[in-house]
Structure formats: C-alpha cells, structure tokens
C-alpha cells in the first residue's frame, strides 16, 4: 500500500482523527518573551491571587516603562481556560503590567469550598482591582462584560478607590436583543427549567470537586463546534491535506488553534444558569433590574470609569450592537469618555487573537488607556 501511495495518506487521516479525539487538560499560557522594536524582552508569570475559583495572574516584561500602564484582562468562564487569551495577553503585555483571571475548572472545586454565582463573579472582580490598586485598566472579552460592567459601576458608586480609570469591553453580550445571533436563539428558545434539567450534570467521584452540580464543558465545546460544523471539518480536511503533502507547519498552526479550542472546563451550576436567565433571557442589564446580592445596579452611577465598546464585524456570538448598547446604559458617563470602535472584518476570536486584534485593534486600546489614563493623573495630582 505504501507503494501506491496510500500510506502516507492512510497514516495523515489517522492522525488527524487522533488528534481531535486525544484528551486534554489545562493549557499553560507558556509566554517567554514578547517583542517590542525589534527586540526580544523576557516575560515573567506570577500567581498574587489565590482563590477557590480563580487566581489573578501576573505578567511583566523586562524593562517595562515606569509607569506603564496596568491592566487587568477578565477572561470569561464560558467553558474555555483563560489561556484562550494567550494572544491577547501577549501583546498587551508589550506596552502594559497585565493581570489575568485564571478561572477554576468547576469539577477540580471541591464542594465544600461552596458555590459560585454571578455575585461572586462580580465580588472577585472588585477583590482583584483592589489587590492591583488604584489606576488600573479592565479588559473584559466576551461574556465576562456583564459582570464587569456591574462591578465597575458598584465601584464608582461607592467611591472605590480602585474603580478601573477606563473599562474596554469586547464583543461582550449587553443587550443580547440587538442583531440577535444563533446563541442567543439557543437560550431563547427553551425555558430556564429545561436547561437545569437538561444540561446539568454532577460531578462524578473520580474529581475533586465531586458531588458538585456544573454545566459540562464538553457540552459547551459540542454546542460551538455545530454552530460552525462546516467549517470545522473544512479546517480538518485542511490538515490532511497539509499532512499529505508534507506540509507539517502548516498542519502545525491548525493543530494549535484546536489545542486550546479543545480544552474546556466545567462551570458551576449556579452561575451558568444565572447567565442564562439574567442576560439571555431576561435582559436585565438593558432592563435595569440585574441585582447584585438582592440591590439593583445602577449603570448611571459610572461617571469616572471611560469605557470602549469594541465589536466585530463579523461576530457569530455577540452581534453588533450588543456591546455598544453598554454607552447608552451608562447614562451618567459624559459623552467624551464614550468610545467605540467597530472592527472590520472580523469575527468573535479575531477581536482578541490574530493578526487583525494585534495590528488594528490593540493599537486602539492603547491609544484609549493613553488618553484617559494620563487625565485620571492629572486628576488626581490635582
């Protein structure tokens, strides 16, 4: 077989079937270095928080300006480990002191560490800002612009002292009633009954967090991999076809990208299903009835924080419109510290990760912290 050409062909199909059915654990963010004019400067990772539920992690290159900018990155707890944000870290760490939630694999918890909710998503939001300190920047991606505008808003309410100088949100699901996409059909569709029945699981003896009720991440996985089912199988005839032809860089860069979108995690029960009523279906953020331990938050309380809402054009999960609804809501921000930025030509990972996130719109963050953070000094000098 060999002879008729059929064994490299056979040996590239079979590996890359092993490939998409090999097991995963948690993937390290393994950052050495990052580049900056040309040269090359080492980046150190550190643990300063540590909690049940996720840990704060550190980034600093050497040589980082004085002064730099700090920013802490909220990565979302939607079934993907923070190293989802690989790139996003990478290249803010080029010019920022960044800091990252690294969300807990739900099913590693174990249950007497108790549960974990919106609130106390949004409890270790302001927990994080505090340990940072005053001046810093949030970053939230995704899902996570929920909790993070709550918590941004409780913190200018009550004067914190660590309230972030500026909030950039990313393709973050605000008002999930504008240019709805097939996720937000999903969690329409069915009421929230039918999802505690149907989708949650416990979690079995053979894990530390056992006896704990979580959303599967391998449910989460299935569902995103047949939004996409066309194309995923288009990316894996791909890398057949490289394997074929002894291409194996090619192949390589496909095998990455699954890698980590491979690898997922469970959440708890309570906070995926509290996600599910409060945004998707109840639209409490545009309502103005999402609460936060029992009180209401009031988004017009934000006066100091700016904020940039950053969508993509051709975003599948959060649809346009979505995360700019987030400036309207915030009625007490003057317009001057409104901004919004629409990313041409780009989906959902591409506002975070790829060559469009790093040359057109890390540029832009940049420039956001630049302006607002240099006023937040002068305020304060004064």
Not at 114 to 131: H, P, R, S
Not at 364 to 381: D, I, P, T, W
């Amino acid at each position: 077989m060999g002879y008729l050409g059929l064994g490299p062909a056979a040996a590239s199909a079979l590996e890359v079937f092993a490939h998409a059915a090999a097991p995963r654990g948690k993937p390290i963010f393994g950052i050495d270095s990052v580049e900056v004019g040309g040269t090359e400067y080492a980046l150190s990772e550190s643990t300063v928080v540590s909690k049940p539920f996720g840990n704060l992690l550190k980034f600093r290159r050497d040589h980082l300006p004085a002064g730099a900018p700090k920013l802490m990155i909220v990565a979302p707890m939607s079934g993907h480990y923070a190293t989802l944000l690989r790139g996003t870290v990478e290249r803010m760490a080029e010019s920022c002191e960044v800091y990252i939630t690294d969300w807990a694999d739900a099913r590693t918890v174990p249950a007497r560490a108790g549960k974990f909710d919106l609130d106390d998503y949004i409890d270790y939001l302001i927990e994080f800002l505090d340990f940072i300190g005053p001046g810093a920047h949030m970053m939230a991606v995704c899902q996570p612009s929920v909790p993070a505008l709550a918590a941004t808003a409780l913190m200018n309410a009550d004067k914190h002292p660590a309230r972030p100088v500026t909030l950039t949100m990313m393709g973050g699901p605000i008002d999930t009633r504008k240019s709805p996409t097939t996720v937000n059909d999903l969690a329409m569709e069915r009421p929230i009954a039918w999802f505690r029945e149907t989708v949650i699981a416990t979690v079995p003896l053979t894990y530390r967090g056992y006896g704990r009720k979580v959303y599967p991440g391998f449910l989460q996985l299935a569902s995103f991999m047949s939004m996409n089912l066309g194309s995923h199988m288009l990316s894996h005839y791909e890398m057949f076809k490289h394997l074929n032809a002894g291409d194996d860089a090619s192949a390589q860069a496909t095998k990455d990208f699954y890698e980590e979108y491979r690898s997922v995690c469970d959440m708890t029960a309570e906070f995926y299903l509290q996600t599910v009523e409060e945004v998707f279906q109840k639209h409490s953020i545009p309502n103005g009835t999402f609460e936060h331990k029992g009180k209401v938050v009031d988004l017009g309380s934000i006066r100091d924080t700016a904020i940039l809402a950053i969508e993509g054009e051709r975003d599948d999960i959060s649809g346009i419109g979505q995360t700019k609804a987030a400036l309207d809501l915030a009625t007490g921000l003057a317009a001057g510290k409104k901004h919004y930025y629409l990313a041409e030509g780009a989906g959902h990972y591409g506002i975070f990760n790829g060559s469009k996130w790093r040359d057109k719109i890390a540029p832009v963050v940049e420039s956001f912290f630049a302006k607002h953070g240099a006023k937040a000094k002068l305020k304060a000098v004064a």
